[in-house]
């Protein structure tokens, strides 16, 4: 069987349950707005009435707009919430509405699920994204720099690394059977190493060194440059490059982790277990 039939057979699945349940729809609406809220308004009360603080801000972040700083990472942080909760969990999902077992019985890739899965995330990343850099503009003055296609060249590129990641989630949560303390510690990991809210020159030296490691700081760094500085290509290739690899090896070491998943689940037959 080709394998693109199952694949977007769990995305018009999808799709179909999006549509019948849209309240999912005012979250989208309301997140972007209300959770950066808390740490621009943080800023400004520590930025003190006559933002004295923003001169040496911008002798370490390169720029006096934190706002959009803060939104850059903001938004990254909240695409990665979306995709460990949302897609990390999606066979955990099956396997609690009793469908998962019905589904690996399907003569088709089992891994074709997960691709599913990930083309469904990837349509609802592009409207939070587009939502959140409109709600931007319109309640916090989001300022545009940069060029709008090296933004999104930016984005992209940081698919591979972000998808690999949800599938070895994805594949852990369903062995483990619990997502919750697992997207707790990763998106806290994503917080504080990866500079969402506050410049990496902050950090001491053992988190900076860590925080290189991880593809989300080069996201969101390049972002930053692009949008806030104006940055070209050439200036953040650095980054694009890291993201490149660091996807190949994430993709790689995610569809292993799920075909090890796979393995495991049938030779202990814990597929159906609760």
């Not at 972007?32 to 809220?37: K, R, T």
């Not at 088709?108 to 997960?114: A, E, R």
């Not at 003055?141 to 709008?148: A, E, H, L, Q, T």
């Not at 591979?160 to 994805?170: E, H, K, Q, R, T």
Request: glycine share 6%.
């Amino acid at each position: 069987m080709n394998i693109l039939t199952p694949i977007f057979s769990v995305v018009k699945k999808e799709l179909k349950i999006m549509l019948r349940y849209p309240s999912w729809f005012i979250s989208l609406i309301v997140w972007p707005i209300i959770f950066p809220f808390g740490y621009i308004f943080t800023a400004k009360a520590l930025s003190g009435t006559e933002a004295s603080s923003l001169v040496q801000f911008q002798s370490i972040a390169g720029t006096t707009d934190y706002v959009t700083y803060m939104l850059i990472g903001a938004t990254i942080w909240m695409w990665n919430n979306m995709m460990l909760w949302v897609f990390g969990s999606s066979l955990r999902m099956e396997q609690m509405r009793g469908t998962l077992e019905s589904n690996w019985l399907c003569p088709v890739p089992k891994i074709s699920i997960l691709f599913g899965y990930s083309i469904t995330q990837f349509l609802m990343s592009i409207v939070y994204v587009s939502v959140s850099v409109l709600e931007f503009k319109i309640f916090y003055n989001f300022k545009f720099v940069g060029s709008p296609l090296l933004a999104l060249l930016i984005m992209l590129v940081s698919v591979p690394s972000v998808y690999g990641l949800g599938f070895i989630f994805a594949s852990l949560v369903l062995w483990v059977k619990e997502a919750n303390s697992m997207v707790f510690l990763v998106r806290g990991i994503i917080s504080i190493f990866c500079g969402i809210t506050y410049p990496l020159a902050v950090l001491p030296n053992w988190m900076k060194n860590i925080s290189k490691f991880i593809p989300m700081t080069h996201s969101v760094n390049a972002l930053r440059a692009v949008i806030s500085s104006g940055a070209t290509i050439d200036d953040i290739s650095k980054e694009l490059n890291f993201l490149i690899i660091s996807g190949i090896i994430l993709m790689f070491l995610g569809i292993m982790a799920f075909f090890y998943t796979q393995r495991k689940a049938k030779n202990i037959g814990s597929l159906g277990h609760y």
